[in-house]
């Protein structure tokens, strides 16, 4: 182990100790404020930087309907309509199905979120559709899993809520 050197930090001139060879600044917010230094642009710089860009965008108008082509966000931020609740981030999943307000389908519990089990499994074709899942409080759904609740008993998730995952994904 080294021994403790004292150094005079680059930033602001205060003396510190360390035992670290490479150390030049006194702590993490004095090591980012010197090497962020200078690097923010001048208002006539963002100016420049801005006309290009509407310059960029004026004389490239394909480019714009290659980027909606392809699905992507334009720089408009459009979104696509998801064809399953897993099409969506497990972020806005999470939010649908607390706006959706539902109970698992075998035994009603609402106390927290429930989960959405596969009931074929994931390895079929098309896991996600709504007909192959059903949602089930974390009991049940244990149970589920290791086949205590036949298959035939699950209330599909697409006879429990239809479309209306959709309006709660857009509201």
Same mark, same amino acid.
Request: hydrophobic letters at 25%; charged letters at 35%; proline letters at 5%.
């Given at each position: 182990?080294?021994?403790?050197?004292? *150094?005079? /930090?680059?930033?602001?001139?205060? !003396? +510190?100790?360390?035992?670290?060879?490479?150390? #030049?600044?006194?702590? $993490?917010?004095?090591?980012?404020?010197?090497?962020?230094?200078?690097?923010?642009?001048?208002?006539?710089?963002? *100016?420049? /930087?801005?006309?290009?860009?509407? !310059? +960029?965008?004026?004389?490239?108008?394909?480019? #714009?309907?290659?980027? $909606?082509?392809?699905?992507?966000?334009?720089?408009?931020?459009?979104?696509?309509?998801?064809?399953?609740?897993?099409?969506?981030?497990?972020?806005?999943?999470? !939010?649908?199905?607390?706006?959706?307000?539902?109970?698992?389908?075998?035994?009603?519990?609402?106390?927290?979120?429930?989960?959405?089990?596969?009931?074929?499994?994931?390895?079929?074709?098309?896991?996600?559709?709504?007909?192959?899942?059903?949602?089930?409080?974390?009991?049940?759904?244990?149970?589920?899993?290791?086949?205590?609740?036949?298959?035939?008993?699950?209330?599909?998730?697409?006879?429990?809520?239809?479309?209306?995952?959709?309006?709660?994904?857009?509201?």
């Amino acid at each position: 182990m080294r021994r403790p050197v004292q *150094r005079t /930090c680059r930033n602001c001139g205060e !003396k +510190y100790t360390t035992r670290e060879a490479r150390s #030049k600044y006194c702590g $993490r917010s004095c090591a980012a404020s010197r090497i962020n230094r200078g690097k923010r642009k001048s208002p006539e710089s963002r *100016r420049r /930087c801005s006309e290009s860009l509407k !310059k +960029y965008w004026k004389n490239q108008p394909a480019r #714009k309907v290659v980027l $909606r082509e392809q699905g992507k966000r334009s720089h408009k931020g459009h979104r696509r309509k998801p064809k399953n609740i897993f099409d969506m981030s497990p972020r806005s999943r999470v !939010k649908v199905l607390r706006r959706l307000d539902l109970r698992c389908s075998r035994c009603g519990w609402n106390l927290e979120l429930c989960d959405l089990h596969h009931i074929h499994g994931r390895k079929v074709a098309d896991p996600h559709n709504h007909k192959k899942l059903s949602y089930l409080c974390p009991n049940d759904h244990r149970l589920a899993e290791r086949g205590h609740i036949p298959k035939e008993l699950l209330v599909p998730f697409d006879e429990q809520v239809g479309d209306r995952w959709l309006e709660m994904y857009y509201g």
